[in-house]
């Protein structure tokens, strides 16, 4: 499958451990320096599993709040992109609970064709309108682990090693969650099938 | 399933990749205004200690009023003429619509600034976006209501409650900010309606008038 391959190991290469030192005695360049190497991933992801860019927004923010004022407590043990995506995947998980009660009442103004715009760029064969509503819906219904697991690995390239690292499971866990979103897909789409095939 | 429909299947996906919540290019990303608020938020104490003593001395009276209360709670309960008069007020303390316990003047203030404030949003923003520092105020509010949150007053089943709806509705205010959108109007009718269903502005000043009403 064709990703769009934001892993973790593209991580820009910066020292961080000094970086790091640097921000906690206070360095605001250190602390911009080290925003920059991950921002946009951090953004990205949340994007993803907001589909709303004020929260995207709000959420990166939180992360990075949350990050530099426990920073001291990162050791080092895993590399730092996965600690703060493990707190990005936290950070909204959690503040989502609160907004799905927002968005009950926003779906009215949701507006599907901004948000699924058409594709085709590339030549794939253009996928029924109804059909890619249909699977966007189906993926906002997954169970939130699921979810999560199957934005991280199929919508944004993350690896199975990577995933269970953030959200802190054991790599089998991580497949078996893959396994189980994309069976609830094709289970959600199967009265699509004989289009399939057509 | 055939191995056609896995193909399609996967075609599906890779166009889930492409369109499903597509976030914006890089060069899109609120990335500089992000870091300007996560700069004062997490290095304001080099930058604004003003600023950050203030906010310092508003927890700080937060903190204090909520041991005050505690101890008027202590010192009422342990009187009976006091405990007398609690019952009788009991049912205008109920756990879905407000605080449980007796409030500090600190946290009685804040929610009757808090109700203030959203009494005056729509006048606000009939006459469009509103006012920078009504926004100001609004984010200050949105804070304050967090670090409450967060606090020992959140553990107030009633208070915790109200606080909640009351985030929420700051947020969706806060967000008026930002977004210029031509649903404004939508967002402000949602925000009304929020603040509708969930009795947010009486349960606001019935709560703030609590403090004054037990004095």
């Known amino acids: ?198 | 399933m055939t191995d056609n429909n896995r193909d399609r299947f996967d075609e599906l996906l890779e166009d889930a990749a492409r369109t499903y919540n597509r976030p914006p290019d890089e060069r899109q990303m609120p990335l500089d205004d992000i870091w300007n608020a996560v700069e004062v938020q997490a290095f304001a104490p080099a930058r604004r200690p003003a600023r950050f003593t203030q906010w310092l001395r508003i927890a700080a009276a937060l903190v204090i009023g909520v041991g005050i209360g505690r101890l008027s709670l202590f010192t009422a309960t342990s009187r009976p003429t006091t405990s007398v008069a609690k019952v009788d007020s009991a049912p205008r303390n109920q756990v879905a619509n407000g605080p449980t316990q007796p409030l500090d003047p600190a946290t009685s203030r804040y929610l009757g600034q808090a109700a203030a404030l959203l009494i005056a949003l729509p006048a606000e923003t009939n006459v469009g976006r509103p006012d920078e520092s009504f926004i100001k105020r609004a984010n200050e509010l949105l804070l304050t209501t967090r670090l409450l949150l967060d606090s020992e007053s959140g553990s107030d089943p009633g208070l915790r409650n109200l606080l909640e709806d009351l985030e929420l509705v700051l947020v969706q205010v806060v967000r008026l900010e930002k977004e210029r959108s031509p649903s404004r109007r939508t967002e402000m009718e949602l925000i009304q309606q929020a603040l509708d269903q969930r009795d947010v502005i009486p349960r606001l000043r019935t709560a703030a008038s609590e403090y004054a009403a037990d004095d």
């Open chain 1, 1 to 198: 499958m064709t990703r769009t391959a934001f892993a973790l190991q593209t991580t820009p290469k910066v020292n961080e451990p000094e970086l790091i030192a640097r921000v906690l005695a206070g360095d605001r360049l250190a602390g911009r320096e080290l925003y920059d190497a991950h921002a946009p991933r951090v953004f990205r992801l949340a994007y993803r599993l907001t589909g709303d860019a004020e929260l995207a927004r709000e959420f990166t923010q939180d992360t990075f709040v949350r990050a530099f004022h426990r920073l001291a407590d990162f050791r080092g043990d895993a590399a730092f992109s996965t600690w703060i995506h493990r707190i990005t995947v936290t950070v909204v998980a959690n503040a989502m609970r609160k907004v799905r009660r927002l968005r009950e009442r926003e779906t009215d103004l949701t507006d599907l064709d901004s948000a699924h715009p058409a594709s085709g760029k590339d030549g794939s064969r253009r996928i029924d309108p109804d059909l890619r509503e249909r699977l966007a819906k189906a993926i906002d219904a997954l169970p939130e682990i699921y979810r999560t697991t199957l934005i991280m690995h199929d919508l944004e390239g993350y690896t199975h090693t990577e995933i269970a690292a953030v959200l802190g499971v054991a790599e089998g866990t991580c497949k078996s969650r893959l396994s189980a979103a994309r069976a609830q897909l094709r289970a959600a789409l199967a009265d699509f099938a004989k289009e399939y095939e057509s």
